[in-house]
C-alpha cells in the first residue's frame, strides 16, 4: 500500500534542505527504490517536505539512512506517515 510521509521542520532553511540532499546522494541514497514523488517548500517557520512511497517497507529501509543524516544536519522533526487514499497526475 502506498504512504505519504510528511515532514515539518521549524526554523529549517532551504541551504539546509539542499545540504541534506546532497549528503543524501553522496551516500547513494539521492532516489531511495519505491520513493515516486518528493516535494520540498518553505513554510511558514522553516521546511515542508512530502514524499509519496510505494510501500512503508521500502521508506523503512530509505530511513536507515535518511534519520542519520537528519539528526547530523540538526533536524528533530519525526514525519508523520499515512495510507495514500488516491493520486491524480496531469
Same mark, same amino acid.
Given at each position: 500500500?502506498?504512504?505519504?510521509?510528511?515532514?515539518? %521542520?521549524?526554523?529549517?532553511? !532551504? !541551504?539546509?534542505?539542499?545540504?541534506?540532499?546532497?549528503?543524501?546522494?553522496?551516500?547513494?541514497?539521492?532516489?531511495?527504490?519505491?520513493?515516486?514523488?518528493?516535494?520540498?517548500?518553505?513554510?511558514?517557520?522553516?521546511?515542508?517536505?512530502?514524499?509519496?512511497?510505494?510501500?512503508?517497507? %521500502?521508506?523503512?529501509?530509505?530511513?536507515?539512512?535518511?534519520?542519520?543524516?537528519?539528526?547530523?544536519?540538526?533536524?528533530?522533526?519525526?514525519?508523520?506517515?499515512?495510507?495514500?487514499?488516491?493520486?491524480?497526475?496531469?
Amino acid at each position: 500500500m502506498a504512504i505519504v510521509v510528511e515532514f515539518n %521542520q521549524p526554523s529549517m532553511t !532551504a !541551504a539546509q534542505y539542499d545540504s541534506i540532499l546532497t549528503d543524501l546522494d553522496q551516500k547513494g541514497a539521492g532516489t531511495p527504490d519505491g520513493r515516486t514523488f518528493h516535494v520540498g517548500a518553505p513554510s511558514a517557520d522553516g521546511w515542508f517536505v512530502v514524499d509519496v512511497w510505494e510501500s512503508r517497507e %521500502q521508506f523503512d529501509s530509505f530511513a536507515a539512512v535518511l534519520v542519520p543524516t537528519l539528526q547530523a544536519a540538526g533536524m528533530t522533526a519525526a514525519p508523520e506517515v499515512r495510507p495514500v487514499h488516491n493520486i491524480i497526475t496531469g
